[in-house]
T-cell receptor, first 111, second 118 residues
Framework: QKEVEQNSGPLSVPEGAIASLNCTYSDRGSQSFFWYRQYSGKSPELIMSIYSNGDKEDGRFTAQLNKASQYVSLLIRDSQPSDSATYLCAVNVNTGNQFYFGTGTSLTVIP | GAVVSQHPSRVICKSGTSVKIECRSLDFQATTMFWYRQFPKKSLMLMATSNEGSKATYEQGVEKDKFLINHASLTLSTLTVTSAHPEDSSFYIC??????????????FGPGTRLTVL
């Protein structure tokens, strides 16, 4: 079983819609959770970090964490074509140097 | 967020040569840096964890004599691909953790280095 799992997609949504990206993780000791965006040919860019259960909002992005279900998600409201990218979920276990990345979900926002 | 730079951004070399890639944290001190490689349309693959002042920790299957890592200061780590071959052609990305700042548990990525070995 992989440490972090994501649906590889591709996920397509129309412009203006809400895009929902999901991630599950296997280690209950995980304490920190991150969402990165990666455009084709570029390196990952940190979008959100979340450490406690519940929702965390930043502009059009909302991260949701449910530790009991070992589930973290990213919602993108009012999706724009510029949001088209691969979104990587990352998990840090016990604040050490063990970071695990999912394989990423490819999102396409259709104008 | 914190800024991490990489140099060079792109390099083309002949088979058998060695290539050095530099990773710098510009506005924070990074006791730990990470080196990844990524093939086209594939996920990030962690190669090694670089700790300032000590030997790097390599992931299983990564040859430490092939990929030499030096973390000589709190702001600089280097990756040297020795005797590069065409199969080493890839996108190499470093990242750094800021242990002191408000985002003390986040990794910040450099822009990456695209290596092509002819």
């Amino acid at each position: 079983q992989k440490e972090v799992e994501q649906n590889s997609g591709p996920l397509s949504v129309p412009e203006g819609a809400i895009a929902s990206l999901n991630c599950t993780y296997s280690d209950r000791g995980s304490q920190s959770f991150f969402w990165y965006r990666q455009y084709s040919g570029k390196s990952p860019e940190l979008i959100m970090s979340i450490y406690s259960n519940g929702d965390k909002e930043d502009g059009r992005f909302t991260a949701q964490l449910n530790k009991a279900s070992q589930y973290v998600s990213l919602l993108i409201r009012d999706s724009q074509p510029s949001d088209s990218a691969t979104y990587l979920c990352a998990v840090n276990v016990n604040t050490g140097n063990q970071f695990y990345f999912g394989t990423g979900t490819s999102l396409t926002v259709i104008p | 967020g914190a800024v991490v730079s990489q140099h060079p951004s792109r390099v083309i070399c002949k088979s058998g040569t060695s290539v050095k890639i530099e990773c710098r944290s510009l506005d924070f001190q990074a006791t730990t840096m990470f080196w990844y490689r990524q093939f086209p349309k594939k996920s990030l693959m962690l190669m090694a964890t670089s700790n300032e002042g000590s030997k790097a920790t390599y992931e299983q299957g990564v040859e430490k004599d092939k990929f030499l890592i030096n973390h000589a200061s709190l702001t600089l780590s280097t990756l040297t691909v020795t005797s590069a071959h065409p199969e080493d052609s890839s996108f190499y990305i470093c990242s750094a953790r800021d242990f002191i700042g408000p985002s003390d548990n986040e990794q910040f990525f450099g822009p990456g280095t695209r290596l092509t070995v002819l």
